[in-house]
């Protein structure tokens, strides 16, 4: 692998972190400091307000939130807030930060919309020192008295650029405001738009400013392909390949522990032997699943990001990505460990409907290029195909429904609305566009929740003396 020139030669405990913290930080597998952290943690530790700049990956949420633990102390009541632009970030925020935390009473609790509030709610009412949330629903949870803002004495903004680029710089402007007395705050971003700046400008106090080194790295010689499949196939699609590739050495990356031990039981049930490993395993499981890859009694294993750091395994010539990483680094770290002797790697990444944005933004950082594969075609696929129909779905959750009737039946937009609504009794809004008309067939988007239905109720049903046989794709 190409070296990415992340790490200093500087420990942790070089840098001023507190005994109390290294435990966790070294249980996570981090020794060394990157650039960044070593930059920015002695700053946050003496309270100053510091400006990163630094892209995704390159360490900064060791880089504030190892300063931001040191300067909390439990029972103390929320004393920090973390504002990040995703939930997906916000939760890998507060799964690193409790990594780090780990022998501390500190209290770490993520806030975000798109679910429930209540149960947040009673998280936050048990006490809580740290505070991890997406914009919206920080402003939420504070407008019902459920967050308070006048105790909380250190700010972060991460990945200020993005919280731009999605319109959430008033709720970020608006929260800083009603904080409003003397705090700490630290904003990382990879770019510094206009807007970011009038913003450091205005609301922090004579910041140091931090450039990392680390804006470039190197990628290892890996051949980079991807697959699509909804989300209901990603372990079928994760089968294929793996039966397709039967000799090789492979690691597979899940972004949670409950994707690891989903994949693990499926894949051993569909006849493919494998063992996995998370942070919720002891060390006598790590050292068990280490010995058998080294051995080769094992060679299919499937990992969280975490449980995979430090562990020496050579001679792996495969990477599947189960979901994409979080992350640029990350990415380039799981990629890295395929390759063997001088032959060059392959790595896979599944990627369902909703993660192409993501996995673009990932690949434009690293000023690189996925291919597209289709799924392996395999006799009797280890893990059986779904039907997921929300995988040909569009935004508005409008999926293609296949007719075999066209022009040659006398088909039109209102026609076709009627005879739907008419057959499957639903709502004239789930019958969308008319998307192509042939003389023998013609295609109609479904709403996806429907759509099921629709078939059931359309398939044998006489329309113009043919028998309709709807099928979606």
Request: charged share 25%; proline share 4%.
């Amino acid at each position: 692998m190409a070296s990415t020139t992340l790490l200093t030669r500087a420990t942790f405990a070089d840098i001023g972190v507190p005994q109390e913290l290294l435990k966790g930080i070294e249980s996570q597998g981090w020794e060394y400091a990157t650039h960044i952290q070593k930059d920015c943690i002695p700053l946050g530790l003496s309270g100053r307000d510091v400006v990163g700049q630094a892209r995704t990956g390159s360490g900064k949420t060791g880089a504030f939130g190892v300063p931001l633990l040191a300067r909390t102390k439990p029972g103390d009541g929320t004393r920090s807030l973390i504002l990040t632009p995703t939930r997906e970030l916000a939760s890998q925020v507060t799964e690193d930060l409790e990594g780090f935390a780990t022998g501390t009473d500190l209290s770490i609790v993520t806030v975000y919309g798109g679910v429930g509030m209540q149960p947040q709610i009673d998280k936050l009412r048990k006490g809580v020192e740290i505070v991890v949330a997406t914009p919206g629903r920080a402003l939420d949870l504070s407008g019902r008295g459920e967050l308070d803002f006048s105790s909380i004495n250190c700010v972060v903004l991460d990945e200020a650029d993005r919280m731009l680029d999605m319109g959430f710089f008033p709720d970020v402007n608006r929260i800083l405001k009603e904080i409003g007395h003397e705090r700490q705050t630290m904003l990382f971003s990879a770019t510094f738009p206009a807007e970011i700046l009038d913003l450091v400008i205005e609301l922090m106090d004579n910041p140091e400013q931090i450039l990392s080194d680390d804006l470039e790295i190197d990628l290892p010689d890996v051949e980079l392909r991807k697959v699509s499949a909804g989300n209901e196939n990603r372990m079928w699609a994760l089968g294929c390949i793996l039966k397709d590739a039967a000799e090789s050495r492979c690691i597979v990356f899940s972004n949670t522990k409950r994707g690891v031990d989903l994949a693990v039981t499926r894949l051993n049930a569909g006849g493919i032997e494998c063992t996995g490993i998370h942070g919720d395993h002891s060390q006598a499981v790590r050292e068990k699943v280490l010995d058998d890859m080294r051995s080769g009694t094992a060679n299919i294993l499937v990992a969280t990001d975490v449980a995979a750091r430090g562990l020496d395994i050579d001679d792996i010539d495969l990477v599947i990505n189960l979901e994409p990483p979080h992350d640029a680094d990350t990415f380039v770290h799981r990629i890295g460990r395929s390759g063997r002797m001088d032959a060059k790697g392959v790595a896979w990444t599944i990627l369902t409907g909703q993660d192409h944005a993501a996995m673009e933004i990932i690949a434009s950082t690293l000023h690189t290029t996925l291919t597209h594969f289709d799924v392996p075609k395999v006799t009797e696929p280890p893990i059986p195909k779904r039907d997921d129909y929300a995988e040909f779905a569009d935004g508005w959750g409008m999926a293609p429904l296949h007719l075999n009737i066209g022009r040659n039946h006398g088909v039109n937009t209102g026609m076709l609305t009627d005879l739907i609504r008419r057959s499957a009794r639903i709502d004239e809004i789930a019958v969308g566009d008319l998307q192509s008309l042939e003389e023998e067939s013609c295609i109609v988007t479904i709403h996806v929740g429907l759509i099921r239905y629709v078939i059931e109720r359309l398939r044998g049903r006489e329309v113009s003396g043919v028998s309709l046989q709807p099928r979606i794709g």
